[in-house]
């Protein structure tokens, strides 16, 4: 038997090598160890880590390669290179030997430099060699098609400068999960109904004179479609984070957040006051062993008991693909009495078969978690977030949230945009719009992903989530990936250190509703070629294969089924 | 076998080989036995700590008080808060919100948001770095840049984040920012985020300035090397939110060149309200703006839009496009908002020399009528489009709240300025009357006249 075919049947049971968590019984499927049965390949279980997170009906995992010490290896070897030849370029910046490009304070030699003499290294020797990968103007609608406004560089981008030409190619970087990035549907259209009957903006607070009919009437639609008893919505989803966090969050209480938090909810708990402790990444036994010390221990100086302990996680995380938890972290909370934020940026739309998000995606109830948070910037096509929760929960943010009483209030065209996607994807408006391009997108999703890995990429993340990283580990890879890809005329997301690990380099494709089969296709040959070029197939599931070897091989499976039928 | 035995160890005297063999034997036995550890005296037993587990019990998720109702049940405005707003169904004369050159309803502007939206869409659908970049945001950057005739500018999807996020992006832990004690909620904010020693003075006191610099500077002088480095800021208002004054900005400059400092400048009111053509207090001091390191404004008050901007010399505000933390890791401001600040921009730039005068009468006008009433007092400058007015006696919030309730049932919509109770140094309660450019005497007389019905 060969190793495709076993690969194959194995992949159609669904189970491939794993180690469950303690106390998740697995009784239909056990445990199989693929590498005790063939040995074509060497695969070991130290370099492969799979979480089972127990759903419903079947099994969903997570996937995580560590990369081979070579890879690490030649990783840190580019960081070497460019440092070294950082260094050396200083040097003949400095004795006029080169000349020096970028702007210079405008003050006196004798003030405090402005930046951290490390920080402008790293950007004049490493970030500006790869400018022009990131901050990329378009001027058209971030659909699923977009148009780049052209622009070079004469000297290796230091500057740039606008042909005028424009380009047009597929997104695969925006985040447009159902495709609502649109400028002529029904949503626009009452958007732009809305700036006749409101105009632009409030230019007051909440608290003062910013608040329109529009915002109540989303608010209590968003609370009817998520589940709970009120929401309240913001103009800016990163200040939603940053702004309600130290609302609930006093100084003496405990936040214990998840390694990979984004920077709104680390600037959030920074700002409430109160003690941080960070737990490993989706491990719920680093979460409870911490629980326990800090309910045990108490203050660290004072040893007085804590106030309250919150637990903060996302629902999809942004760079990795994965999904938290959430089950086991509920039954945590309600064990040790803490209180959980849930951040839905991601998810909210995207994940689960009616698009509310993690918190139906796994079965749970959103009773249970206490603070709800989401943004509409991703999903909804708009902009601005919001909290959800019991009504006493909303009221005291009403009082006491910073955006609701300092900040202006949502812009009433985004308000109404929302309102008008949320009406479609609950079904409101009539049509099931809202339901196929949910479907859509699940869609989408399984299929770039199942021909990613088999292609031989190494792809992150839980196979529910829209988010597909795929590692290219070294930082010239991160640009070079980038270009080619824009040569092919598909526009991607490439990111490298410091968003990322030292060795995390990764494309991240964001799927969309509105991508159709063929965009899908062509997007799948153009990666192909591309990572050949990069030489990252070398994921130790699947061996490096094209995409048109990929099709034959399903067309054989599938035939082969039929045959046996 | 004997002779295996060296010599000197046949030849060594008896007691010798006694002691060598003693300390060879308790050598061993040091090595071997088990390492001395104290008896926990504290240890908690597993029964102890189940104990402690279950006996714990965190406070309730939301404190028990009385929600203020004006504030969990606030007036809802049915169309666009203009000059005369829908409030709670009456048409009312609106001098509570920020709209301080009637941009709020403009034809104009609703147009070229209405085509915007037929372009580009609502949202933006990603952060600056990863296609959220739109051209009009880059065009929105380089007109406001013109507007203030400095090289670069930036712009942010909030205005409360923008100088949130400014702040820490150049000041970290060790440095020292002094700040005047009436800055807004957000630039405290900021500075909290930065974990930067602030030092504050007491509200456009200068000496109190001084007083602490010299501190610094005498300190500074125990410790040249590390002086060296840390760097030091003034984060000052143009027109202070929250008492309606203008900082003594010539003074702060020449203080600059003394004590090495380096000078955010928050202009979020005093942008497109001060000045002769608006360019705000530079232009009103007549200081050259090469001077001021950063300049930070909001969008949301006199453009009428939402967002927030940087302005400044390319070094500093390039900066912000790695280290912003509201702009690196959010969303990026929908085009259409985008679309109508640069709108707003060209009606001001049109119209630069009827507006501003026309401003800064109306302002002196309601300035002048305001402190003729007998029961109020006016805090601020008379050209300020930001009036505080409070009680001569008794001067509480909940009075307040009723007279604007009265002022309401008269169709005049005014506002009690809000703050939060996290406020480092909080200002006396005050209604916060905005001056719109617009306003004819007659409504301003109303507006007077109510008041002073008020008290009664």
């Given at each position: 038997?060969?190793?495709?075919?076993?690969?194959?049947?194995?992949e159609d049971?669904g189970?491939?090598?794993?180690?469950?968590?303690?106390?998740?019984?697995?009784?239909?499927?056990?445990?199989?160890?693929?590498?005790?049965?063939?040995?074509?390949?060497?695969?070991?279980?130290?370099?492969?880590?799979?979480?089972?997170?127990?759903k419903k009906k079947s099994i969903q995992h997570e996937l995580?390669?560590?990369?081979?010490?070579?890879?690490?290896?030649?990783?840190?070897?580019?960081?070497?290179?460019?440092?070294?030849?950082?260094?050396?370029?200083?040097?003949?910046?400095?004795?006029?030997?080169?000349?020096?490009?970028?702007?210079?304070?405008?003050?006196?030699?004798?003030?405090?430099?402005?930046?951290?003499?490390?920080?402008?290294?790293?950007?004049?020797?490493?970030?500006?060699?790869?400018?022009?990968?990131?901050?990329?103007?378009?001027?058209?609608?971030?659909g699923a098609e977009?148009?780049?406004?052209?622009?070079?560089?004469?000297?290796?981008?230091?500057?740039?400068?606008?042909?005028?030409?424009?380009?047009?190619?597929l997104n695969m970087g925006s985040y447009n999960y159902l495709g609502f990035a649109e400028?002529?549907g029904?949503?626009?259209?009452?958007?732009?109904?809305?700036?006749?009957?409101?105009?632009?903006?409030?230019?007051?607070?909440?608290?003062?004179?910013?608040?329109?009919?529009?915002?109540?009437?989303?608010?209590?639609?968003?609370?009817?479609?998520?589940?709970?008893?009120?929401?309240?919505?913001?103009?800016?989803?990163?200040?939603?984070?940053?702004?309600?966090?130290?609302?609930?969050?006093?100084?003496?209480?405990?936040?214990?957040?998840?390694?990979?938090?984004?920077?709104?909810?680390?600037?959030?708990?920074?700002?409430?006051?109160?003690?941080?402790?960070?737990?490993?990444?989706?491990?719920?036994?680093?979460?409870?062993?911490?629980?326990?010390?800090?309910?045990?221990?108490?203050?660290?100086?004072?040893?007085?008991?804590?106030?309250?302990?919150?637990?903060?996680?996302?629902g999809v995380?942004?760079?990795?693909g994965?999904i938290?938890?959430?089950?086991?972290?509920?039954?945590?909370?309600?064990?040790?009495?803490?209180?959980?934020?849930?951040?839905?940026?991601h998810s909210i739309g995207a994940v689960g078969p009616t698009g509310r998000g993690v918190?139906e995606h796994y079965?749970?109830?959103?009773?249970?978690?206490?603070?709800?948070?989401?943004?509409?910037?991703k999903s909804f096509g708009?902009?601005?977030?919001?909290?959800?929760?019991?009504?006493?929960?909303?009221?005291?943010?009403?009082?006491?949230?910073?955006?609701?009483?300092?900040?202006?209030?949502?812009?009433?065209?985004?308000?109404?945009?929302?309102?008008?996607t949320?009406?479609i994807i609950m079904g409101?408006?009539?049509t099931k719009e809202g339901q196929r391009r949910i479907k859509q997108l699940a869609e989408n999703t399984r299929y770039f992903r199942d021909k990613l890995k088999k292609m031989?990429f190494?792809v992150?993340g839980n196979s529910g989530s829209p988010i597909v990283p795929a590692?290219?580990?070294?930082?010239?890879?991160?640009?070079?990936?980038?270009?080619?890809?824009?040569?092919?005329?598909i526009?991607?997301?490439?990111?490298?250190?410091?968003?990322?690990?030292?060795?995390?380099?990764?494309?991240r494709f964001c799927l969309s509703a509105a991508h159709t089969r063929e965009m899908l296709d062509r997007a799948l040959q153009a990666i192909?070629?591309?990572?050949?070029?990069?030489?990252?197939?070398?994921?130790?599931?699947?061996?490096?294969?094209?995409f048109?070897?990929v099709l034959?091989m399903e067309n054989?499976q599938k035939?082969?089924s039929?045959?046996?039928? | 076998?004997?002779?295996?035995?060296?010599?000197?160890?046949?030849?060594?005297?008896?007691?010798?080989?006694?002691?060598?063999?003693?300390?060879?034997?308790?050598?061993?036995?040091?090595?071997?036995?088990?390492?001395?550890?104290?008896?926990?005296?504290?240890?908690?037993?597993?029964?102890?700590?189940?104990?402690?587990?279950?006996?714990?019990?965190?406070?309730?998720?939301?404190?028990?008080?009385?929600?203020?109702?004006?504030?969990?049940?606030?007036?809802?405005?049915?169309?666009?808060?203009?000059?005369?707003?829908?409030?709670?169904?009456?048409?009312?004369?609106?001098?509570?919100?920020?709209?301080?050159?009637?941009?709020?309803?403009?034809?104009?502007?609703?147009?070229?948001?209405?085509?915007?939206?037929?372009?580009?869409?609502?949202?933006?659908?990603?952060?600056?770095?990863?296609?959220?970049?739109?051209?009009?945001?880059?065009?929105?950057?380089?007109?406001?840049?013109?507007?203030?005739?400095?090289?670069?500018?930036?712009?942010?999807?909030?205005?409360?984040?923008?100088?949130?996020?400014?702040?820490?992006?150049?000041?970290?832990?060790?440095?020292?920012?002094?700040?005047?004690?009436?800055?807004?909620?957000?630039?405290?904010?900021?500075?909290?985020?930065?974990?930067?020693?602030?030092?504050?003075?007491?509200?456009?006191?200068?000496?109190?300035?001084?007083?602490?610099?010299?501190?610094?500077?005498?300190?500074?002088?125990?410790?040249?090397?590390?002086?060296?480095?840390?760097?030091?800021?003034?984060?000052?208002?143009?027109?202070?939110?929250?008492?309606?004054?203008?900082?003594?900005?010539?003074?702060?400059?020449?203080?600059?060149?003394?004590?090495?400092?380096?000078?955010?400048?928050?202009?979020?009111?005093?942008?497109?309200?001060?000045?002769?053509?608006?360019?705000?207090?530079?232009?009103?001091?007549?200081?050259?703006?090469?001077?001021?390191?950063?300049?930070?404004?909001?969008?949301?008050?006199?453009?009428?839009?939402?967002?927030?901007?940087?302005?400044?010399?390319?070094?500093?505000?390039?900066?912000?496009?790695?280290?912003?933390?509201?702009?690196?890791?959010?969303?990026?401001?929908?085009?259409?908002?985008?679309?109508?600040?640069?709108?707003?921009?060209?009606?001001?730039?049109?119209?630069?020399?009827?507006?501003?005068?026309?401003?800064?009468?109306?302002?002196?006008?309601?300035?002048?009528?305001?402190?003729?009433?007998?029961?109020?007092?006016?805090?601020?400058?008379?050209?300020?489009?930001?009036?505080?007015?409070?009680?001569?006696?008794?001067?509480?919030?909940?009075?307040?709240?009723?007279?604007?309730?009265?002022?309401?049932?008269?169709?005049?919509?005014?506002?009690?300025?809000?703050?939060?109770?996290?406020?480092?140094?909080?200002?006396?309660?005050?209604?916060?009357?905005?001056?719109?450019?617009?306003?004819?005497?007659?409504?301003?007389?109303?507006?007077?006249?109510?008041?002073?019905?008020?008290?009664?």
């Amino acid at each position: 038997m060969t190793y495709d075919k076993l690969l194959a049947s194995n992949e159609d049971q669904g189970t491939e090598s794993i180690r469950l968590p303690n106390g998740l019984a697995n009784s239909e499927k056990q445990t199989t160890f693929l590498h005790k049965r063939n040995h074509s390949r060497n695969l070991s279980t130290s370099s492969l880590k799979f979480k089972n997170t127990l759903k419903k009906k079947s099994i969903q995992h997570e996937l995580y390669e560590s990369p081979s010490r070579l890879q690490v290896f030649y990783t840190h070897l580019c960081y070497t290179i460019l440092e070294v030849f950082g260094h050396i370029r200083e040097f003949m910046r400095k004795w006029g030997l080169e000349q020096r490009k970028g702007a210079v304070d405008n003050n006196t030699e004798d003030f405090a430099p402005l930046f951290n003499s490390y920080e402008s290294f790293h950007t004049r020797n490493v970030y500006v060699r790869n400018r022009d990968c990131f901050n990329r103007p378009i001027c058209s609608v971030p659909g699923a098609e977009i148009e780049l406004v052209e622009r070079k560089s004469d000297d290796y981008n230091w500057t740039f400068y606008y042909t005028g030409e424009k380009i047009k190619v597929l997104n695969m970087g925006s985040y447009n999960y159902l495709g609502f990035a649109e400028n002529n549907g029904p949503s626009s259209r009452c958007a732009i109904k809305s700036i006749e009957d409101f105009g632009v903006s409030s230019c007051s607070s909440r608290q003062e004179l910013g608040t329109l009919r529009c915002h109540l009437e989303l608010e209590e639609l968003l609370a009817r479609f998520i589940g709970v008893e009120a929401a309240l919505v913001t103009g800016m989803g990163f200040a939603t984070n940053a702004l309600s966090i130290p609302a609930v969050i006093e100084k003496d209480c405990l936040i214990l957040s998840d390694e990979l938090n984004h920077v709104s909810l680390i600037l959030g708990a920074r700002l409430s006051g109160a003690t941080i402790r960070v737990f490993k990444h989706n491990n719920v036994q680093d979460l409870e062993s911490k629980l326990k010390k800090a309910i045990i221990d108490g203050h660290p100086l004072t040893r007085r008991p804590w106030k309250k302990i919150f637990i903060i996680v996302e629902g999809v995380y942004s760079m990795e693909g994965t999904i938290t938890p959430l089950p086991e972290i509920i039954a945590l909370k309600k064990k040790y009495k803490a209180y959980l934020y849930l951040d839905e940026a991601h998810s909210i739309g995207a994940v689960g078969p009616t698009g509310r998000g993690v918190v139906e995606h796994y079965g749970c109830d959103p009773r249970d978690v206490d603070v709800l948070m989401g943004t509409f910037s991703k999903s909804f096509g708009a902009a601005g977030g919001y909290v959800a929760g019991p009504q006493n929960l909303i009221n005291h943010l009403k009082n006491s949230s910073h955006s609701h009483c300092y900040a202006t209030s949502m812009s009433a065209p985004v308000c109404m945009q929302t309102k008008k996607t949320l009406e479609i994807i609950m079904g409101l408006d009539g049509t099931k719009e809202g339901q196929r391009r949910i479907k859509q997108l699940a869609e989408n999703t399984r299929y770039f992903r199942d021909k990613l890995k088999k292609m031989g990429f190494v792809v992150y993340g839980n196979s529910g989530s829209p988010i597909v990283p795929a590692m290219l580990y070294m930082p010239p890879k991160v640009a070079f990936f980038n270009r080619l890809m824009l040569e092919r005329k598909i526009a991607v997301v490439t990111v490298g250190f410091p968003a990322t690990p030292l060795a995390g380099g990764r494309v991240r494709f964001c799927l969309s509703a509105a991508h159709t089969r063929e965009m899908l296709d062509r997007a799948l040959q153009a990666i192909d070629e591309c990572g050949h070029l990069n030489g990252i197939k070398i994921s130790k599931l699947n061996p490096p294969r094209t995409f048109q070897q990929v099709l034959e091989m399903e067309n054989l499976q599938k035939n082969n089924s039929k045959f046996h039928k | 076998m004997l002779d295996l035995i060296p010599d000197y160890v046949k030849n060594a005297p008896f007691y010798h080989l006694v002691v060598e063999a003693f300390l060879l034997v308790w050598i061993l036995w040091l090595i071997f036995r088990k390492s001395y550890s104290p008896p926990e005296k504290n240890k908690l037993t597993e029964k102890d700590k189940k104990e402690l587990l279950e006996e714990w019990t965190p406070e309730p998720l939301v404190p028990n008080y009385d929600f203020r109702e004006s504030i969990v049940k606030p007036r809802v405005v049915d169309g666009p808060v203009a000059k005369y707003a829908i409030v709670d169904g009456v048409k009312s004369l609106n001098v509570a919100s920020f709209n301080f050159l009637n941009m709020v309803g403009n034809q104009k502007i609703s147009e070229m948001a209405i085509k915007s939206i037929q372009k580009y869409g609502v949202g933006s659908c990603g952060p600056r770095g990863f296609y959220g970049t739109i051209d009009v945001h880059l065009e929105l950057e380089q007109r406001l840049a013109k507007y203030f005739n400095v090289e670069e500018g930036i712009i942010y999807s909030y205005g409360f984040s923008t100088i949130a996020s400014a702040i820490p992006a150049y000041s970290k832990r060790g440095d020292i920012i002094f700040a005047d004690e009436g800055v807004h909620f957000a630039i405290q904010k900021g500075i909290v985020a930065s974990r930067s020693d602030v030092r504050y003075f007491k509200h456009n006191d200068i000496e109190d300035l001084e007083r602490l610099l010299k501190e610094q500077e005498d300190a500074d002088k125990k410790n040249p090397k590390k002086a060296k480095v840390t760097r030091k800021f003034l984060v000052i208002e143009g027109l202070y939110m929250n008492y309606g004054d203008l900082c003594p900005l010539p003074k702060m400059v020449e203080l600059k060149y003394k004590y090495k400092y380096r000078i955010f400048l928050d202009e979020s009111v005093s942008f497109a309200t001060i000045g002769k053509t608006g360019r705000g207090i530079t232009e009103y001091y007549n200081v050259p703006r090469e001077k001021i390191d950063l300049i930070s404004g909001s969008m949301e008050m006199s453009l009428g839009s939402v967002g927030g901007f940087c302005v400044g010399s390319s070094y500093v505000v390039q900066h912000q496009v790695l280290s912003g933390q509201g702009y690196c890791f959010s969303a990026s401001l929908p085009p259409l908002l985008a679309v109508s600040a640069i709108e707003a921009l060209n009606i001001i730039e049109e119209k630069q020399d009827e507006i501003f005068p026309e401003l800064e009468r109306k302002c002196k006008i309601m300035h002048q009528k305001l402190k003729a009433l007998n029961n109020y007092t006016v805090s601020g400058i008379d050209i300020s489009p930001i009036k505080h007015v409070r009680l001569s006696f008794e001067n509480t919030l909940d009075r307040l709240e009723k007279i604007v309730d009265y002022a309401q049932s008269k169709a005049i919509s005014l506002t009690v300025a809000r703050y939060l109770k996290e406020e480092k140094f909080s200002s006396k309660p005050s209604i916060r009357i905005s001056v719109n450019y617009d306003l004819t005497e007659a409504e301003i007389q109303q507006i007077v006249d109510v008041l002073d019905q008020a008290v009664n």
